[in-house]
């Protein structure tokens, strides 16, 4: 019903202006801003032909929510080479949540259009996207700042940017669509415009580019500009354009390359930028772009140059904070000339990314558990809060001039972040369970704003805890054995007690837990002290051999009635290693929980005649491959660690010993993974699979394969196949009567039987399915062409077919996949009239996915005059 009244509404407005002046559309889009939940006020810009008699002072809207509306017009401009730009501007309240098409179609398309065909009876038709989302803010499309009027010369590059702004700061990409006719649908043989290189649309400048028009006549093209926030696509523009191409020998002027910028909000851009023309023409410079729309402090240019061949203007811009957000501002330059022939333009643009200033002042105030940050107020009163981040040791950070926040290679994490604009402290106290005594401990903090764009980083700032309590320095195994086993603990004395009420006399308390992690500490000695200096302490009578140890030791100032705990006491455990035997190796691991930080490891292996444990190599990683050994024998292993704490006044290097462990190497390794091709041969209907022999390259005793198979990508894999004579026989047809999709991986199978990996990543293929409808064909009884047929493969389904006649009669339904149609009438013997139909399918076809459903339209031609055929040139 919605369709046919908009119908109308056209047809009123045809019958009124009379068919020879419904011939003045060129171009258009329309664009939106929200204005509450769910009201919004869409303005729709058209660019008609200024000699054309027709002028539509109103426009029928369609909403896509089943209503329809007129929408006045309220401004008209006069634009270059008899261009008119309208704008139409109505509101409307939609009932709800949703993705909404609006849709705005005016009869008709100029004539004469080259690559819309008939393209005076074709109806004008823009649309627009809508997302009605609470959940991702309001949103406002983006506005298309530069009018497509230019005209292109045959031969010569043109290019046409429609200079998108997004007030939001949404992201936004760009590709050429279709032009469309009535109802948003495809125009039916709709062709891109030749050209005798590329035709194409940048997908991130939004650049146009013709290279280069082959023919003079007018060419219509679409762009469409698709808008993402945080990931999620939002809504969509249409620009439907018209180029008029003509025959010249006048060439467009050329911009000098142009730079982007990175500039702190509050300092300025200042950029000169230089034409030249080769006809040496008079030219003149327009610029636009977001900066030129911003309410506070837009930019301005102003040329100061110019002369027959050359132009130069200077593009000014003071940034304020208001300016600060994640997406550049994009700055469009044309340079036009004024070639008495045809005048054309160039096309260039460049980036302004304004960035958040960066934090001053950051401090770092140690105490004995935690660190306080403090830092001026950010000069941009704007944002929201403070992130704070930290890493143990110096980096010497330096932001470059376009990087914000803390990138992720650093090694900075974030530990905090304030409450708001003011809140400028922090204190890190590692949330409750206070920081290690003995670490350097650096910090980063940057300011957020509204729409989630981070400043530049603060200068890095670095502190290490007030040494008030002892810090642990060994750790070291000095027995290993399961009963008589003993393990070597020392610590720092602890200084700058003065700092505290502590005044003596002391006592450490020692702890154990038999584990790496303390998660189960016991008492296990006390020694009292008045001057602090007894520091060390031989822990005997344990099993070393299985167990690892993590040891702590408390402060008490054990004053009579003044018994306290001084600061909190860190952890440290032994060395653990883990063994794993392998073929003709041994892998040791290194477990440990200590905090200082170990530099290098020395493995030591002992000789088996003089059972002196030697040292055969070094490491700075906590995994040692011992290669080159002996299947069957045992090996035995101990390792040292060399750590610090990178700070004065403590003891270095802190060396410290594992257990010693011991273990035979055997062959339990699997072999390396083929690596695994599938070809679909659609033709003969099978799948061809090929790996390769890891025996060439990583393995030398693979004998076999274990082939898997899936059809569908949710599905597990199962096996397919594992007869395979030898490592040489690396190829399997597999031959599937449903579908050809699926999903193959295969393993290495060795002479022990140890099998690798499935082949990563597994190989999956899904191209045999296709579906092609002829549009013409000739029912009229002389046996050739005289059923539609359609070309497909053998794993499609079924299909819902519709087909129409022009006047909207369905005439013919199947759900055959090769449709079938003798060309006669559904429910009638006769055949349908010769002309045109509109045809609707759905395709289900069988995919990696599942059965998944395909939509194609389209339309057919039905010849049922006698003795006739389709020519085949």
């Not at 330059?333 to 054309?344: G, Q, Y």
């Not at 403070?386 to 650093?410: A, L, W």
């Not at 290097?653 to 390794?669: I, Q």
């Not at 295969?746 to 549009?775: I, R």
């Amino acid at each position: 019903m919605l369709k046919k009244v908009v119908l109308i509404l056209f047809i009123i407005f045809a019958f009124n202006t009379g068919p020879a002046n419904a011939t003045h559309n060129r171009a258009g889009e329309i664009t939106y801003k929200q204005i509450s939940d769910l009201t919004f006020e869409i303005t729709i810009w058209t660019y008609t032909y200024t000699l054309s008699a027709a002028d539509r002072d109103q426009l029928p809207v369609d909403w896509g929510d089943g209503t329809t509306s007129i929408a006045p017009r309220i401004e008209k401009i006069s634009l270059p080479y008899f261009y008119r730009r309208n704008r139409y501007v109505i509101r409307h309240t939609y009932p709800g949540p949703g993705v909404y098409r609006i849709t705005v179609q005016d009869p008709n398309r100029n004539y004469g259009i080259l690559n819309i065909p008939n393209s005076v009876n074709v109806y004008f038709s823009i649309q627009t996207t809508l997302m009605v989302n609470t959940g991702l803010g309001g949103n406002n499309t983006p506005e298309l700042l530069n009018p497509p009027y230019d005209k292109a010369g045959r031969g010569k590059l043109f290019i046409h940017n429609p200079a998108a702004y997004d007030q939001d700061g949404d992201s936004l990409a760009y590709s050429l669509t279709v032009c469309t006719r009535e109802d948003g649908i495809p125009i039916e043989n709709y062709t891109l415009p030749p050209a005798t290189d590329t035709l194409y649309v940048d997908p991130i400048s939004g650049d146009l580019v013709w290279d280069t028009p082959v023919d003079t006549g007018k060419y219509n093209v679409a762009m469409n500009i698709e808008e993402f926030r945080y990931g999620v696509k939002i809504g969509n523009v249409v620009r439907d354009l018209q180029i008029d191409v003509h025959e010249t020998d006048n060439n467009p002027p050329i911009t000098e390359p142009l730079r982007d910028f990175c500039v702190v909000a509050g300092d300025s851009v200042v950029y000169a930028i230089s034409s030249i023309d080769n006809e040496n023409d008079s030219m003149r410079h327009l610029m636009t772009g977001g900066g030129f729309k911003v309410t506070i402090s837009p930019s301005v240019f102003k040329t100061i140059f110019s002369e027959p061949g050359e132009i130069t203007s200077v593009f000014k811009w003071k940034t304020v904070c208001t300016h600060v957000r994640q997406q550049p501002y994009t700055v469009f330059v044309k340079a036009e000339d004024n070639n008495s022939d045809l005048p054309l333009v160039d096309i260039s643009n460049f980036n302004i990314r304004v960035l958040g200033p960066p934090i001053k002042n950051l401090r770092a105030i140690p105490s004995n558990q935690l660190i306080r940050l403090d830092w001026s107020r950010d000069t941009c009163s704007i944002i929201q809060n403070y992130r704070i981040y930290r890493k143990i040791g110096y980096t010497g950070f330096v932001p470059d001039s376009c990087e914000t926040g803390v990138p992720s290679g650093t090694g900075y994490v974030k530990v905090g972040e304030t409450t708001g604009p003011n809140d400028t402290v922090f204190i890190d106290d590692n949330n409750g369970s206070g920081l290690m005594q003995g670490m350097d401990y650096c910090y980063l903090v940057f300011a957020v704003y509204p729409d989630g764009s981070e400043s530049i980083a603060s200068e890095e700032v670095c502190s290490i805890l007030i040494h008030g309590t002892p810090i642990l320095t060994n750790v070291s195994i000095l027995n290993t054995d399961t009963e008589n086993g003993s393990v070597y603990v020392a610590w720092a004395k602890p200084r700058q007690l003065d700092t505290i009420p502590a005044n003596g006399p002391y006592e450490y308390l020692i702890y154990r837990s038999s584990d790496l992690y303390g998660t189960d500490f016991s008492f296990i000695r006390s020694i009292e002290t008045s001057d602090l200096n007894d520091t060390s302490f031989v822990d005997m009578l344990i099993n070393t051999l299985d167990f690892a140890y993590t040891y702590k030791v408390e402060l008490y100032n054990n004053e009579s009635g003044n018994r306290f705990m001084i600061g909190s006491p860190a952890e440290a455990s032994t060395i653990f290693l883990k063994i794993i035997p392998g073929d003709e190796q041994i892998e040791i691991r290194c477990r440990k929980n200590v905090p200082w930080i170990n530099t290098a490891y020395v493995v030591y292996r002992q000789n088996k005649s003089t059972l002196v444990y030697d040292s055969i190599g070094i490491t700075n990683d906590t995994v040692y491959i011992d290669s080159g050994l002996q299947n069957s024998e045992n090996y035995c292993y101990k390792i040292k660690s060399i750590g610090s704490y990178n700070r004065p006044n403590l003891p270095s290097p802190l060396l410290n010993y594992s257990h010693e462990v011991c273990g035979t190497p055997l062959d339990n390794e699997p072999p390396c993974a083929p690596s695994l091709i599938v070809t679909s041969m659609c033709d003969s209907l099978y799948n061809y699979v090929v790996w390769t022999n890891p025996n060439n390259s990583c393995a030398d005793d693979v004998v076999s394969y274990k082939l898997y198979f899936k059809a569908e990508l949710e599905s597990e894999l199962s096996l397919l196949e594992d007869e395979f004579s030898s490592a040489m026989d690396t190829t399997y047809k597999h031959y599937i009567s449903s579908s050809l999709a699926g999903c193959y991986a295969v393993k290495a199978v060795d002479l022990l039987g140890n099998e690798s990996d499935l082949s990563s990543p597994t190989m999956c293929v899904d191209s045999c399915v296709y579906f092609e409808l002829p549009n013409v064909f000739t029912p009229n009884g002389d046996n050739i062409n005289d059923v539609l047929l359609a070309h497909t493969s053998p794993f499609i389904e079924r299909v819902d077919m519709k087909i129409f006649s022009r006047s909207g009669v369905l005439v013919f339904e199947t759900d055959d996949p090769y449709i079938n149609w003798n060309g006669k009438q559904k429910g009638k013997n006769n055949f349908v009239a010769p002309g045109i139909y509109y045809y609707i399918c759905d395709i289900y076809e069988k995919r990696l996915s599942g059965l998944e459903v395909r939509n194609v339209t389209g339309f057919v031609h039905v010849i049922t005059e006698k003795g006739a055929r389709i020519s085949n040139e």
